[in-house]
């Protein structure tokens, strides 16, 4: 649940989905300097304060963390970093979101490579995904698409990373808000045509809760991935995390013959370099 979001959470669902998740969480939190532990486009937010946000699971706003962090490995905010502007933003987002060899040896480029910069994945009533504009409090976002070769057996492995940048904190916040609204409301989504996602569950964590000392609010859903391409079903991971007006994640479409420790690999190791490089452009110099 997003960092705006009333902190009891007030639901059993989530509160027993995120225990679940927590396995995942606790090796981000081993990996956060964005080194290996061993060797799916970005949400749509509810704008802040405004009926739309998450419904049906203990809404309601709240005060935005301030000071420090209390954890050495989420730096204090540097609000005077925060970009004001697109182009801002979009500089910001070229520091920030990974190329193929910062996520594994094996990870290649996808055709297409980089999204629509203007775009907008939107998960209607039906929960099918579609296509629109930013919305308002989106000031610049960016996927890119990669994948692992199918070789000796094993099947291609389809991998997204992506970053977002809002004006401030609580607009990412309500982002990863969300993301858990969306998974509770549509444990079955379609992303196109031959392509689902199925059986989905999600946990989210703000920082301190569940071994998240890493970020300030996680949220992480997996599930299974079936496409008439690569058939199915198979392991999918989504993994976001936030600091300060930045959300960063990596989504992980399995395929026969890779484990759900070398997907959570991929997705940790991805995910866990976004953020480290969203803190050093973010964070407040030590001392």
């Given amino acids: 649940m997003g960092g705006q979001v009333d902190r009891s959470r007030g639901n059993a669902v989530l509160r027993a989905c995120g225990c679940a998740a927590a396995g995942l969480f606790l090796i981000a939190g081993c990996t956060a300097d964005g080194s290996p532990k061993d060797g799916a486009a970005s949400r749509t937010p509810a704008a802040p304060g405004t009926p739309s946000g998450p419904s049906g699971a203990g809404a309601g706003t709240a005060a935005a963390p301030s000071g420090g962090s209390g954890s050495e490995l989420v730096p204090e905010l ?12 979009r500089d910001l987002l070229g520091r920030i979101i990974v190329a193929e060899q910062a996520i594994g040896p094996d990870v290649v480029r996808s055709t297409p490579f ?57 607009e990412s916040g309500w982002e ?44 992480t859903e997996t599930g299974e991935y079936v496409s008439a391409r690569d058939g199915g079903p198979h392991l999918y991971t989504w993994s976001q995390a936030q600091f300060g007006p930045v959300t960063v994640a990596i989504s992980a479409k399995g395929a026969t013959g890779i484990t759900r420790e070398a997907m959570n690999a991929l997705v940790v190791q991805g995910t866990s370099r976004m953020m480290v490089q969203a803190k050093q452009e973010l964070g407040k110099a030590a001392g």
């Avoid at 549509?186 to 031959?194: D, F, H, M, S, T």
């Avoid at 996602?197 to 000392?213: I, R, V």
């Fill in 176 to 219: 990863t808000a969300r993301a858990m609204e969306e998974v509770l409301r549509c444990p079955g989504q379609k992303l196109r045509e031959g392509e689902e996602l199925k059986n989905l569950w999600g946990g989210a964590f703000y920082q301190g809760e569940q071994m998240n000392g890493w970020t300030e609010d996680a949220f």
């Fill in 114 to 170: 980089e999204s629509d910069p203007g775009h907008w994945p939107v998960l209607d009533e039906g929960c099918v995904w579609q296509t629109a504009s930013l919305p308002p409090d989106v000031l610049a976002t960016s996927t890119r698409s990669f994948h692992i070769p199918a070789k000796d057996g094993r099947g291609r492995v389809r991998i997204n990373a992506t970053v977002t940048v809002h004006h401030n904190r609580e």
């Fill in 78 to 89: 540097d609000e005077s970093k925060q970009p004001k502007t697109a182009a801002e933003a």
